[in-house]
C-alpha cells in the first residue's frame, strides 16, 4: 500500500513523524494541486529532478542541520555533515524504502549517522553534558518570514516530543541520550554509568519503545 | 544488534527526537554546496557512462575480486574500466565494508601509485565514476581497492 505522509498541505512542514497514513485518505483533485509530499519528491529524485532535492532541503535543512550541529557541537562539522547527508539523499533516493518509514525518518536517520560517524572519528567526546532540553542554543526553526501556523505547528510537534522524553524514567533518559547525541556504544555506556550491559540495552530499547507509544 | 541498528529500527521516533532539539538556521551557503556535489557528481556519473558505455575492445573492463582465494558469494567484487590509451577510467565496487574507507593503489612496472580513495555507502557499495590516472610512460599491470586504515588489499585485478 501506498504510504501517505502527514504533511501540511500549505507548508510542507510535518505534524507528526508517528502519525502516518491510517487516517489519510488518497490524493483527491483538490490536494493534487498541493505542494508535492515527501514521498513524491523522492519519487522525483529518484528520476533525476533537481529541484525536488530543492524542495526536500528546503524542508530539512535547518532541522537536519541542527541535529548534526547538536550532536557535533560545531558549526563547521555540522555543515560538511549536513552536506553529507543531502548529497546522499540526492544520490541514494532509489535505495529509500517506503516500508522502512516515511522520507523524513530515513533523512533524520541518515543525519544522525553520519554525525555519529563524525564523531566517532574525531576521537574526543567531551563529557559535557547534551540533553534534549539543553537550552544553550534555543533559537526557534523558522524565522520571522515563516507562516505563522507553521511556526506553531512546529512548536507543537517540539513541545509534544519534549513531553514524551518527560515519561522517560531518569535512567532510560541518560542511556537513550548517551546513545542518540553522543553515539556511545551499548559497553561504553555499561562502563560510564557501570551497569551490566544488558541493563542497558534494555534501558535503551524500552526508552524507545515508550518514546514510541507516548506519541503514537 | 548495533546501536546503530537499534536506532534504524526506531527511525520515526529519531525523527521525532531530532524535532525536540534546539534548532538552528543553516547557514545559507549550505544549499549552494549542495546543488555543486550534486552537480558535480552527477557529470561525472554522465562522462563514466559515456565511458563504460563504449566498445569493450575500446574500453576494456577488469574484474576486481579479493587476492589469494576464489571469491565467494557476497564477497568483495569492483569493476575497473580502463580505456585503451590509459586516459580515462571508471571504477565500481560491491559487498564492501559499509562506510569503509578504500583508495585505489596502481601497479605500473615496479612503480606504485596511490589513487583516489572514497567511503562506501551504508550498503557497501562504492565508486568512482572518473577515477584520476597516474601519470608515466609504463603501462599499468594491475590495479587493486586498498584499506585506508590497514593497507590491506580487499580487491585486486591484472590489467590487459
Given at each position: 500500500m501506498e504510504t501517505y505522509l502527514q504533511v501540511r498541505p500549505d507548508s510542507g512542514l510535518l505534524v507528526s513523524p508517528l502519525h502516518m497514513s491510517d487516517d489519510l485518505t488518497p490524493a483527491s483533485p483538490k490536494a493534487e494541486a498541493a505542494p508535492a509530499t515527501d514521498l513524491d519528491l523522492v519519487e522525483r529524485i529518484k528520476n533525476g529532478d533537481s529541484t525536488a532535492l530543492d524542495a526536500l532541503y528546503e524542508r530539512y535543512s535547518s532541522p537536519v542541520y541542527s541535529l548534526v550541529w547538536k550532536i557535533l557541537q560545531s558549526p563547521e562539522e555540522a555543515e560538511d555533515v549536513a552536506l553529507d547527508v543531502f548529497w546522499q539523499v540526492g544520490r541514494q533516493a532509489d535505495r529509500y524504502d517506503p516500508s522502512r518509514g516515511a522520507p523524513p525518518a530515513w533523512i533524520f536517520t541518515v543525519a544522525r549517522s553520519r554525525a555519529i560517524d563524525r564523531l566517532r572519528a574525531r576521537h574526543r567526546r567531551e563529557d559535557r553534558t547534551i540533553s534534549f532540553d539543553d537550552p544553550a542554543v534555543n533559537l526557534d526553526p523558522l524565522d520571522e518570514e515563516a507562516a505563522p501556523d507553521m511556526v506553531a505547528s512546529f512548536r507543537q510537534t517540539r513541545d509534544a516530543v519534549r513531553e514524551a522524553v518527560k515519561t522517560l524514567s531518569a535512567v532510560q533518559r541518560q542511556a537513550v541520550e548517551l546513545a542518540f547525541f553522543?553515539?556511545?556504544?551499548h559497553v561504553e555506556i555499561a562502563e560510564k554509568l557501570g551497569q551490566p550491559l544488558g541493563t542497558i540495552k534494555t534501558r535503551i530499547r524500552q526508552g524507545l519503545i515508550k518514546l514510541r507509544k507516548t506519541l503514537d | 544488534m548495533t546501536e546503530d541498528a537499534v536506532f534504524a529500527g526506531f527511525a520515526d521516533v529519531v525523527w521525532a527526537l531530532a524535532l525536540c532539539v534546539p534548532q538552528v538556521e543553516a547557514p545559507a551557503r549550505l544549499r549552494e554546496r549542495v546543488r555543486g556535489r550534486i552537480a558535480g557528481f552527477c557529470a561525472e556519473r554522465e562522462a563514466a557512462f559515456h565511458l563504460v558505455s563504449r566498445p569493450a575492445d575500446l574500453v576494456p573492463s577488469t574484474t576486481l575480486t579479493p587476492p589469494g582465494k576464489r571469491r565467494r558469494r557476497g564477497a568483495p567484487l569492483g569493476r575497473f574500466f580502463l580505456d585503451r590509451r590509459e586516459r580515462k577510467a571508471a571504477f565500481f565496487c560491491w559487498y564492501l565494508a559499509p562506510r569503509g574507507s578504500y583508495q585505489l593503489r596502481f601497479t605500473a612496472g615496479r612503480r606504485v601509485f596511490l589513487g583516489p580513495g572514497f567511503t562506501a555507502d551504508l550498503t557497501g557499495d562504492g565508486e568512482i565514476p572518473i577515477v584520476p590516472l597516474p601519470r608515466g610512460a609504463e603501462k599499468m599491470t594491475s590495479v587493486a581497492l586498498v584499506e585506508v586504515t590497514s593497507g590491506k588489499a580487499v580487491l585486486r585485478g591484472a590489467l590487459a
Open positions: 553522543k553515539g556511545l556504544t | -
